[in-house]
């Protein structure tokens, strides 16, 4: 007969599996009711949160933001641990939402703010209204989101009705006067212009290939928490550190890369219930280097990305395959890619001085960059930034430099999130055929109907956590946390814990 402690495994070191481990330890410590064990493919904690170091200064190769202070647990720990504050330079992305920012067309005209602020503003307005929240008083815009009001149901997609929104926009304007000192563009295809410039961050943010698979109807579901959003002075990764920190030292293992995870949909037959010590366990896990461990319950983390490849027939990650409905609900929601690359370079760009500045690449276009040599990097940037600075707009600034046009980064470093089997994208969304039930489908623990299932180890025996499993904060470092707790809450309620 099974007479050990019952053994929890957590797959993966990352946000949602250390928030696991931490509140499980921390709430049962003291009566050490069970075996807690923490198996991570790579050799570091954090999964998608990267801090490193660039050109002295501190910058993050994943998570970057807090999104909104008041209530998150990210920032409550931060706050806890003086992480908000340092005196090395770290990522603020000053000037990044800027009153001063300049946007330049193509051939280095520099376009009025005059001529971009009601585009930007119907943008704004466009997306505020499809996430479901109050838009701004400008009397255009509102006439123009009011059109759409009745927009949906269906399978619709962000960008069809962005696109609808900037046609609504053309018909009720009638300017069509040509606009001054741009060239050869037309004042239709300039607003079409900077309406796309802004599709494409919303793009990098949602991390979709296309705004077209961004479900349109779950963009009013996805919450935020209020209040200002920010870096982590210190390093995202000192907060997982903190987190990581009250474990027992091996309770962790690094290089730990789980195949295969057989489990039990009927319950743990007689058989195995007899059977001793960890052969009784109703779950198996099998690692990378043929090695096994056997498992009570078992909390998976892994990325949405690879437990999409994971279901895969190639693959085939689980034994028996997960239950149809669970396979469907992988298939459906959108996994994404956004990758951040930091280039150095010794002059200013647009008349500030400059150290280093961080770029977002996404979807296929990332994936591209990340199969591109450092060298091959240095050298499009160089060119295409020079490229965009030739015009007379910018000759102050060349002059003030000295030293021509041709601008030259010399020093790169950037994220590669789409190559790494570990991750293989960036974070998730709700792609337009998949919805919030998704994603709770995707957070139900295995086997279904567990309660019916007499003893206490059949059940619960394959728990899911991770950012892509929280209807409301998917894509998210407080998205994950929040499902890491949930899960360990699942098991402490399960084994009678008081759970705080
Ligand atoms: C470029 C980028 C920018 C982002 N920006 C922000 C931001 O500004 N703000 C924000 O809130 N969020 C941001 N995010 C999202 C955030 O980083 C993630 O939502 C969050 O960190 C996910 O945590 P997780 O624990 O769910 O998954 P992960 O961090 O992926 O953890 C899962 C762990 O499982 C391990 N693993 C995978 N497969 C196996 C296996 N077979 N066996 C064992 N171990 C395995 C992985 O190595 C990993 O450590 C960003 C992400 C990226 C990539």
Known sequence: MVSKKPRIVIIGAGMAGLAAANKLFKSTNSKQLFELWVVEGGSRIGGRINSSEFCGDQVELGATWIHGIQGSPVYEIAQESALLHSDQPWEVMDGFYSREQITVAEGGYELNPSFVQPISTLFKNLRKFSEGKPVDGDGLSSKIVKRWSNFGPGNLSVGSFLRHGLEAHWSLVKDQKPVDGVGNWSRKSLEEAVFAMHETTHRAYSAVDDLWTLDYNAQSEYEMFPGEEITIARGYSRVIESLASVLPVGTIQFGRIVEKIEWQPDGCSQELRMKDGDDGR???????????????????????????????????????????????????????????????????????????????????????????????????????????????????????????????????????????PLFLGSYSYVAVGSSGDDIDELAEPLPENSSDLDSPRSQLQVLFAGEATHRTHYSTTHGAYLSGIREANRLLKHYNCDVV
Not at 295 to 322: E, W, Y
Not at 363 to 380: C, K, P, R, T, Y
Request: hydrophobic content about 35%.
């Open 282 to 420: 109703p779950v198996k896990l099998q690692f990378c280097d043929g090695s096994t461990v056997s498992a009570d319950h078992v909390i998976i983390t892994v990325s949405l990305g690879v437990l999409k490849r994971g279901i895969d027939q190639d693959c085939n990650m689980f034994i028996p395959p997960l239950p149809s409905l669970k396979i469907q609900a992988i298939s459906r929601l959108g996994y994404g890619l956004l990758d951040k690359v930091f280039l150095q370079t010794n002059r200013p760009i647009i008349k500030k001085p400059m150290i280093s500045n961080s770029l977002l690449a996404n979807g296929q276009e990332a994936l591209e960059v990340e199969s591109l040599s450092d060298e091959e990097i240095v050298n499009g940037f160089s060119t295409t930034v020079s490229n965009l600075l030739s015009s007379k707009s910018q000759d102050e600034s060349d002059e003030d430099s000295g030293d021509g046009k041709q601008l030259k980064f010399d020093k790169v470093l950037r994220s590669g999130w789409g190559s790494d």
